[in-house]
């Protein structure tokens, strides 16, 4: 399944200085009275690190037991903060967010609507727009949830020739397995290393081990 990871918490601030000392100009008020921007000026202001306690440091997951929560919070509250500053304009807090697949750590891909409707690139004729690709297990599991048969539900016919299609890398307890269909016929070899898979895979796509 799709697990969402978010990191690079940040709050950007979008700055409308009116005066010299809204830039840390300071001590020039007898002198000066407004200050000029071209355009807007917004900055990123990163939160306090987690494990950063002022007097030990640590790593974040030692210090909160829900780093994403915490950071969130932190940033929330260092928005609310700027918020009532003049020269603040606006404030947004955001984040990077990864996502991978909970069996085989993989990044998360889906199949689009043109790869599921194209032979060359689903799984098979039951793929549907959404359908992971990283690993048999994902698949599985999305099928289950939806009600398609699962891969293998359709018998191998005609013979295995023609272009590889449906190619997949995906790891497993031993190494990594190359996966791909020809001729409605699935097939598959395990490589030791993920490189090895990966230059076996284009091997595959270019028209390799075709008998
Ligand atoms: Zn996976």
């Known amino acids: ?56 440091s640590m790593s974040d997951s030692l210090a909160s037991r829900d780093v994403e929560g915490d950071y969130r919070r932190r940033c929330d509250e260092l928005a609310a903060e700027l918020r ?18 909970s069996h085989c750590g993989l990044r998360w891909e889906e199949l689009t609507a043109d790869e599921a409707a194209d032979p060359e690139s689903r799984l098979d004729e039951h793929s549907v727009e959404g359908e992971p690709v990283c690993c048999e297990a994902a698949i599985a599991e999305f099928r289950t949830e939806r009600g398609i048969p699962p891969e293998g539900a359709v018998e191998d016919s005609g013979e295995a020739t023609g272009p590889a299609t449906a190619i997949r890398v995906e790891p497993t307890d031993s190494g990594w397995r190359v996966r791909w269909r020809r001729g409605g016929r699935r097939r598959s070899k395990t490589l030791t290393t993920r490189r090895d898979a990966e230059q076996y895979a284009r091997y595959v796509a270019e028209g390799g081990e075709s008998s």
């Not at 500053?85 to 991978?100: A, I, L």
């Open 84 to 101: 009532q500053r003049p020269q603040v304009d606006e404030v947004t807090v955001t984040c990077t967010e990864t996502h991978t697949c």
């Open 1 to 56: 399944m799709k697990q969402t990871y978010r990191d690079e918490w940040r709050v950007l601030v979008t700055i409308k200085p009116r005066r010299p000392a809204d830039l840390g100009l300071t001590g020039l008020d007898e002198l000066a009275e407004f200050v000029a921007v071209p355009g807007p000026i917004t900055v990123v202001v990163l939160p306090r690190r987690l494990g950063n306690l002022g007097f030990a």
